[in-house]
């Protein structure tokens, strides 16, 4: 028999714990593939072995998750009275103790079941906000007759597939979070596998794709995915090489199709699965298990309830809003195998971008927003009405006047939206990363009361934005920083002790080739500079207090160190 794992022993313990203490119904938060049917089993197990008559509902939304969680239990309780009831399994059995159930085929049907001690929900992130949807109901149904009955959630992600935690709201169905594995706890402890995200150039453009409902609206998102198909696959071939297995998420039929030929057309062996063709799961899914298909294309049809640890790289060629649906898709790929080292992603549609790392994500409240307003950059190449060129600075799209410069943008202008960043980790415990750097200016910073001024360093990686602040009229560490910055650009002694030294004396500078960034939660952190061999002189001349790098030169020689960066106040 197998042995609980920490995590899940103390998932049990803590759950208990919060029983005995009067808790109501809690939520168990285990990463997908930390072995949540496994700990379900153990759970009934443990509680039968204390209370004999206990009489135990599991419900999920899917008859392969249905038929899942009754094997792991029946296989380390073979003698338990266990029955099935899901007309997708064509079972009815609804006088079994312990039941194993589909919500689709319970939720009208609680008195035929009769009363229920503990409905334990596996993948609770399913279940929606209104009450008189299925799981409500089938709730109402239990504790109309069962006034005690209890909920246990468990789940890989905390919040509904729409938005808002499962525990937050006056409509939530769970009062607290009992406990949570961390992903990168169980990554970096060996009990799961890494996934690690290589950049891609083809990307969805999302100009014009409206919302609908808190989600992109489908039929929008399959128009503009279609247009990258062919390159986004090209793309994918090349960067998969070696690869043992992977699965691509599509938004559509019609691009799942497209994708699985394009696949095709590279010389390796794909089949698509969507509805039109669910009746053929089982023989696809066995396929891919036995190594005759090297990938699936699918539409929402690979996702919970399906367990193919081999896989070992993704391709999403599509976008979404719902940070569950991304991160149970990623989740096919953190399962350990044999010789499996990671799970390389590549994300076409700018989910990481949008929602952050999988690991560090929360969910926004309901009717908060869409996060940060987006920005466009003042033009440094073009001169607006009365002569004046830009400066650079991101500006909020809203304006027609840049706060810096005061350059005036035409009415009918094509500006470049930077809201999101088209660099971030799967992870955030990603290792750190060269990026190059396309643009850079200076800008004094005004302090803080009581402090000195810095400078305010601004690198353009494309269209993203990269803070750092460079403190020469600060004491102690803060000033070494700054020092080891001005003699890794190239900058002649002595180090420049003011903002104004520092602005003045920045045409001895050779331009930044490339910054190497590292996760530092939702964020990222300059810890290296890599300096090109062209000074910055010789790309543009020096304004008044502000400098502003070439967008054109080409990085040549590297030449500089890391060191840990952060904001001096």
């Not at 079994?96 to 609680?110: H, I, P």
């Not at 409240?365 to 920005?375: A, F, I, L, N, V």
């Not at 001024?453 to 102690?476: D, R």
């Amino acid at each position: 028999m197998l042995e609980l794992r920490p995590y899940q022993r103390a998932a049990l313990d803590a759950l208990y714990d919060y029983w005995d203490k009067d808790g109501g119904n809690g939520v168990v938060v285990l990463p997908t593939g930390a072995g949540k049917a496994y700990w379900i089993a153990k759970l009934i197990e443990e509680l039968l072995a204390e209370y004999p008559d206990m009489r135990i509902a599991n419900v999920t939304h899917s008859a392969n998750l249905v038929e899942q969680n009754f094997k792991e239990f029946i296989g380390i309780s073979p003698f338990a009275p266990a029955g099935i009831y899901s007309a997708g399994l064509g079972q009815r059995d609804a006088r079994a103790q312990v039941l194993f159930c589909g919500v689709q085929s319970v939720y009208k049907r609680t008195e035929q079941l009769g009363a229920i001690d503990l409905v334990i929900v596996d993948e609770a992130q399913a279940i929606g906000r209104r009450s008189d949807a299925q799981y409500g109901k089938f709730f109402a149904g239990v504790k109309a007759l069962n006034p005690d009955s209890r909920i246990v959630g468990t789940t890989a992600t905390d919040y509904r597939m729409d938005s808002g935690r499962l525990t937050e709201g006056d409509d939530r169905l769970f009062d607290d979070v009992v406990y949570e594995a961390k992903l990168t706890d169980l990554i970096d402890a060996g009990y799961l596998t890494r996934l690690v995200s290589h950049k891609t150039t083809s990307k969805i453009d999302l100009k014009g794709v409206g919302t609908r409902g808190g989600e992109y609206i489908p039929g929008q998102v399959s128009d503009a995915a279609e247009r990258i198909i062919v390159d986004a696959v090209a793309e994918d071939m090349e960067m998969s090489v070696g690869r043992k297995a992977g699965l691509f998420f599509s938004v559509s039929q019609a691009n799942a199709v497209l994708i699985r030929d394009e696949v095709r057309r590279h010389g390796r062996t794909c089949e698509v699965l969507t509805s039109d063709n669910a009746h053929q799961m089982k023989s696809i899914f066995e396929a891919y298990r036995a190594g005759e298909l090297w990938a699936i294309s699918s539409v929402n049809m690979v996702g919970t309830g399906t367990n193919f640890p081999f896989v070992d790289f993704i391709s999403l060629i599509f976008s979404t809003k719902s940070a569950s649906k991304l991160v149970q898709f990623l989740g096919r790929g953190t399962r350990n195998s044999p010789g499996k080292e990671d799970c390389l992603v590549a994300d076409h549609g700018k989910n990481l971008s949008y929602h952050g790392p999988i690991d560090q994500i929360r969910p926004r409240t309901p009717g908060s927003g869409e996060g940060e307003q987006p920005t466009k950059l003042c033009p440094q190449d073009k001169k607006d009405e009365k002569g004046n060129t830009g400066c650079g600075e991101l500006v909020p799209i809203s304006r027609m006047e840049c706060h810096c410069c005061h350059y005036i943008f035409p009415p009918s202008e094509e500006v470049k939206i930077t809201a999101k960043t088209d660099i971030t980790p799967v992870l955030s415990t990603a290792a750190p990363v060269w990026h190059a750097v396309t643009g850079r200016h200076f800008r004094e910073h005004p302090p803080k009361p009581g402090k000195p001024p810095s400078v305010k360093v601004t690198y353009m990686l494309g269209l993203h934005a990269q803070n750092e602040w460079i403190c020469c009229q600060h004491e102690g560490y803060a000033k070494a920083k700054a020092d080891r910055w001005w003699r890794t650009h190239g900058g002649a002694l002595p180090f420049p002790k003011t903002v104004a030294d520092f602005l003045d004396r920045a045409d001895e500078l050779r331009v930044t080739a490339e910054i190497q960034l590292r996760p530092n939660g939702k964020y990222q952190d300059i810890v290296g500079h890599k300096a090109g061999e062209q000074l910055a002189s010789d790309s543009v001349p020096t304004a008044d207090r502000t400098v502003a790098d070439n967008d054109n030169w080409k990085p040549l020689k590297a030449a500089g160190e890391s060191w840990s960066d952060e904001v001096p106040f």
